[in-house]
């Protein structure tokens, strides 16, 4: 029996090589390649959420993996409608559709996912950044500033309702063209045929890529693809020529004359005509036999950076829409697809504000102009503003009433997550000790208020109770520290402060292939030892999920259960458990002491 590794490395290989991939639906029937999954997907957080049906994590074993290969070798098996909900777009008013499918679908969806991202993946353009492993809009980011330099126009692109929209038709020849295996197609027709249902009535899907599934991301990256080869096997060739700018011919001028009065001993008039030369560029920028243009795309956010006259970037952008509305049938979304001056203008892409520096005041250490050309990140104004609004009211901080009834610990804690993750983003950014700055100051008031609304105390009252200096790689940082004394291990410490607001653009991401020796979970290994964790039974083996650890406490202040405690010990989400205790558990009967007979289930007498 082949390991998940080496199936995924044959198909890798094969991707790799561009060989047609073929049989691969005798692929499904491998038992690893569903515990691979399995281990990969249970952490998740919908894995306790219930699709059209109530089937979820909670109950999985190696049974239900055997049932779903069994109906996939009789080609029997049937994708359930997902069921449909709605939930916000970030910093806006609309609503995005999202599809719950059920847990068995999400199985065999992340099985066909690692099939398709193995044969994909060494296919896929450089310039694609998302829903990519060891990829994401920081490497994208990182791309842009390290390479766009000299950049004069920026063409944001955004595809209108792109998940929404892909042609089944279109997407089916894409994925026949590689995979030749009529049955494996056959699947993937179906689900995305499957329909979905809202306020449970059944709506048929006849476009479009299933939102919130788990092979949605993979299957629109190999549509996108399409689109991503038309860019750089036609557009940038077709405006990508010379090697550099020829010199601007005044600006060569004045350095001449400026050379010569300088060595006939005319100091004053050299100093004047090489301060005039600085406002001028070096180099032509008009000049006809130079063009570049530089293309960068995360899921259906795409930018473009060329350089060249507005004439010629009004073309391109007339390309892309008759390419994608054409060839893709997708349509550009015409607010959101805009061309700017790139030293004038900041292009919008991934929450920064990006444009090219020009200041002809600022020189390095040899006179020279090093900063002009280059590329800006920057955190943009009205992001910081919105996202001080959810700490605000009538333009002051505020407390947070919903967390007045959490502890300190969880309080202080969950204000530094929130300023952590935001800090983090948006790292790159050279503005980000000034804007991020003043949103630590809204935050840090709106925790101090918080704290001090749940005590009915002063906010300096706040600061003496929890004030502390905070070790932090910087030097010692003035905070807010909460501890938690444990008997016999390290106390618990929630923070608030000490995270520094330096840039930061070097990249750090490594993504060389690295070996995986086992890509068996832990959580795999306990399933297939078949034992209850409880009981110790061998047979009717299921594993029993909760959402949180959380949830462990418990309300009551009674001795809690042995199978909670088990669980609460290891840190561990998951329970390895016969059926009948699982039962046991779900009906709050399991204290985890019945003695059973091993291989029988049964209670001793």
């Given at each position: ?22 049989r ?124 766009w330099?000299g ?104 350095s ?52 060249g ?45 990006i ?6 005041q ?32 009538h ?71 929890y ?11 003035k ?25 930061c ?31 110790g ?12 650890l959380?949830?462990l ?5 009674g ?47």
């Amino acid at each position: 029996m082949r390991t998940a590794e080496t199936i995924l490395h044959v198909i890798r290989d094969r991707g790799r090589r561009r060989l047609p991939l073929e049989r691969v639906y005798r692929l499904l029937f491998s038992r690893e390649l569903f515990l691979l999954a399995y281990g990969r997907i249970y952490r998740n957080a919908g894995a306790m959420t219930p699709g059209s049906t109530p089937e979820t994590a909670d109950g999985m074993s190696l049974r239900k993996i055997d049932t779903i290969i069994t109906q996939l070798r009789a080609e029997r098996y049937r994708w359930t409608p997902v069921r449909r909900t709605y939930i916000p777009k970030k910093r806006s008013t609309k609503l995005r559709p999202l599809g719950l499918p059920s847990w068995s679908d999400k199985l065999l969806q992340e099985v066909i996912r690692l099939i398709l991202e193995a044969y994909f993946e060494p296919q896929f353009s450089s310039a694609s950044h998302g829903f990519r492993p060891g990829r994401g809009c920081h490497t994208a980011l990182r791309e842009i500033y390290h390479s766009w330099t000299g950049t004069a126009w920026f063409i944001e692109g955004d595809i209108q309702a792109c998940f929404d929209s892909l042609d089944h038709s279109v997407l089916d020849a894409m994925l026949a063209e590689h995979i030749h295996d009529n049955r494996f197609l056959r699947l993937l027709r179906e689900l995305l045929r499957a329909g979905y249902l809202e306020a449970w009535t059944y709506h048929r899907t006849l476009s479009g890529a299933p939102q919130g599934s788990i092979v949605g991301p993979i299957l629109s990256n190999i549509y996108l693809s399409r689109f991503d080869q038309f860019v750089e096997t036609q557009l940038i060739p077709q405006y990508t020529r010379g090697t550099r700018r020829r010199p601007n011919p005044a600006y060569e001028r004045i350095s001449h004359r400026a050379g010569y009065l300088a060595r006939t001993g005319r100091m004053a008039e050299a100093k004047a005509l090489r301060k005039q030369r600085r406002g001028m560029p070096s180099i032509d920028p008009y000049d006809p036999a130079y063009r570049r243009l530089r293309y960068i795309r995360y899921a259906d956010d795409f930018l473009l950076g060329f350089c060249g006259p507005r004439e010629e970037a009004e073309y391109i952008k007339q390309q892309l829409r008759q390419f994608l509305h054409e060839t893709l049938k997708l349509k550009l979304s015409e607010p959101k697809t805009l061309l700017t001056h790139a030293r004038t203008t900041p292009a919008r892409f991934l929450g920064y504000a990006i444009h090219v520096i020009q200041d002809d005041q600022l020189c390095d250490a040899t006179g020279r102009r090093a900063t002009n050309g280059t590329i800006g990140l920057k955190l943009p104004v009205d992001v910081v503003q919105a996202a001080c609004q959810r700490y605000m009211r009538h333009g002051k901080p505020i407390q947070r009433t919903q967390n007045i009834f959490d502890s300190d610990f969880s309080i202080i804690a969950q204000y530094q997550q929130e300023f952590r993750g935001f800090v983090e983003y948006y790292r790159l950014a050279y503005n980000l000790a000034a804007q991020g700055t003043w949103f630590k100051h809204v935050m840090e008031q709106s925790l101090t208020k918080t704290l001090a609304a749940k005590y009915r105390i002063s906010v300096p009252a706040v600061y003496r109770r929890y004030g502390a200096m905070l070790e932090t790689p910087q030097g010692p940082r003035k905070g807010l520290q909460v501890s938690i004394p444990r008997d016999e291990k390290p106390p618990l410490v929630a923070q608030w402060g000490g995270i520094s607001l330096a840039r930061c653009v070097e990249a750090v991401h490594d993504d060389r292939p690295k070996p995986v020796w086992n890509a068996r979970t832990e959580l795999s290994t306990r399933l297939l030892a078949q034992r209850c964790e409880l009981c110790g039974a061998t047979d009717n083996i299921v594993v029993h999920h909760i959402r949180h650890l959380k949830d462990l406490k418990g309300k009551g202040r009674g001795p809690r259960p042995a199978w909670v405690e088990k669980m609460a010990a290891r840190r561990r989400k998951t329970l390895v458990v016969c059926e009948t205790c699982h039962h046991a558990i779900h009906a709050g009967q399991a204290d985890g002491n019945q003695a059973r007979t091993p291989n029988t289930g049964e209670p001793d007498a």
